[in-house]
């Protein structure tokens, strides 16, 4: 999609990933998001001939990084982006930039810069990107869920989502993976919220093509049917018998852990 004379292209990769080349039109430059693979990566960027400037990492997970190096071997001039943590840890292939809460990274030269979000949880080095009404941001928001806590704790995962959902309704949430069928049977089939209108509708839509790809995902409607975005509504509270916000969000990270579609 174009707007704002910056192109997002969409590249499934492995699995469920999805890669995020960003492209500004004017300048001709382009920003991969998580480059899993290198070859499709390299090869998008050749068929459009755009010059690749930087590699933006949301996190160290293999399935995120992997192409890094085959890509900068290829362009040794393209920066590698990630959080100044996962720098101190030297577990970034061939980082070369390190970004910390409110940094600009540009998308090319004289070009708009994305704004830097830090958002642990999911990992402790865990970045996001917002460029203008795109948000970037790996595994931390999925569509009707959210990344496991593999580092963080559950507090520290909802300020990072409380940041997250405090961003407009119109954001356009690019996520690293889609499990967003997934997510909405873990809701149906466990009866969280079972009122919520919105959520049965989208799982109707997606039970009709579960092969569909959702993402990006629109912000509004994640806060208002991810139940990963709704720790202090009664629905959540009622479903997981907690109060407090924190643990309401820690009872359902943990029954989702152990759920198994
Ligand atoms: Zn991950």
Redesign the pocket.
Known sequence: MTMGGVTVHRLPALQDNYMWLVVDERLRAAVVVDPSEAAPVIAKVTELGVTLTAIWC??H?H??VGGNQEIVARWPNVAVIGSAHDGDARRIPAQTGRVSEGDLVPLGPQADGARVIAIPG??LG?TAYLLGDRLFC??TLFGGGC??L?EGTPAMMVASLAKLRALPDDTLVHC?HEYTWHNARFAAETGIEPDNARRRESHARLAADPSQRTVPLRLGDEKATNPFLRWDTPGLAAWTGKRDPVEIFAELRARKDRWRA
């Open positions: 949301t996190h997970h399935d995120h999911h990992t865990h790996g595994d990344g496991r593999f690293g």
